[in-house]
Nanobody
Framework: QVQLVESGGGLVQAGGSLRLSCAAS????????MGWVRQAPGKECEFVAA????????SYADSVKGRFTISRDNAKNTVYLHMNSLKPEDTAVYYC?????????????????WGQGTQVTVSS
């Protein structure tokens, strides 16, 4: 079993920055593909970013490319999402997710484990 706990969400003005963190339990965290997915009110879940188990490969949604950066620290069992130049349309609940099949690079899932989510609100 893997437990994921997100933190770092909050209210920020447009143009501002936030860093989300996702702390994972489990001995094999370093083998997992880690991703971030968001859901805005009344909308479907949207893939945001993913990172391979060693961090050598990343993938981003077009809507965040150039503004968001995903990274991981396997020694701390933590994955991060650095969000810059935030826009009101980035407002959503952000979920951390883990894909235990790290041998296959599949950034958009399917994911086996999910966190409880953290709210990000960007005001205009």
């Amino acid at each position: 079993q893997v437990q994921l706990v997100e933190s770092g969400g909050g209210l920020v003005q447009a143009g501002g920055s936030l860093r989300l963190s996702c702390a994972a339990s489990g001995r094999t965290f370093s083998n997992y593909i880690m991703g971030w997915v968001r859901q805005a009110p009344g909308k479907e879940c949207e893939f945001v970013a993913a990172i391979s188990w060693r961090g050598g490969r990343t993938s981003y949604a077009d809507s965040v490319k150039g503004r968001f950066t995903i990274s991981r620290d396997n020694a701390k069992n933590t994955v991060y999402l650095h969000m810059n130049s935030l826009k009101p349309e980035d407002t959503a609940v952000y979920y951390c997710a883990a894909d235990s099949d790290g041998s296959t690079w599949s950034p958009r899932g399917p994911y086996d484990y999910w966190g409880q989510g953290t709210q990000v609100t960007v005001s205009s």
